[in-house]
């Protein structure tokens, strides 16, 4: 896996749905995600996520941990932690679970408030969700190399 400019990579951010999954990627420099593409939740889900860390110079997968307010995980957490423990052995990279509460409602308010009409946000909700998980996940690690 090659690195892009001056030894600059990417961190992926994934919002794993079960029939659609939204991916978003940091600049390279780790500081902002940008929502990138959308999938379905197919039987080559996982062999085209893991072309993508390749061609796109990824070195860590962050995939949201779809919790409740209060912390606690019912049944897509598990479906996500499962989603992981097969991606790790395909990317190669790094692979975290990150808090994702709240972000899909987000990403509608953003889509909304951008005036985005009622069918490309269900076309573009969730790789914005994955942006806006990936979004928390750099700023906390920013906070954490500035402490």
């Known amino acids: 896996m090659g690195a892009g400019p001056e030894g600059a990579s990417r961190i992926m951010g994934i919002d794993y749905g079960s029939r659609r999954v939204g991916v978003a990627l940091s600049d390279r420099l780790g500081i902002a995600a940008h929502p990138f593409a959308v999938f379905e939740a197919d039987a080559g889900l996982q062999r085209r996520l893991a072309d993508l860390v390749g061609s796109e110079d990824v070195t ?16 897509a957490a598990r479906r996500a932690r499962r989603f992981v423990d097969r991606l790790r052995p395909l990317v190669g990279v790094e692979v975290v679970l990150y808090d994702e509460r709240l972000t899909t409602r987000i990403a509608e308010d953003v889509l909304v408030a951008a005036g985005t009409s009622r069918a490309k946000r269900r076309r573009r909700i969730d790789k914005v969700a994955a942006a806006v998980m990936l979004q928390g996940y750099l700023d906390s690690q920013a906070r954490t190399r500035v402490e």
């Open 60 to 75: 860590k997968v962050v995939v949201g941990l779809p919790v409740l307010l209060d912390g606690t995980e019912q049944a």
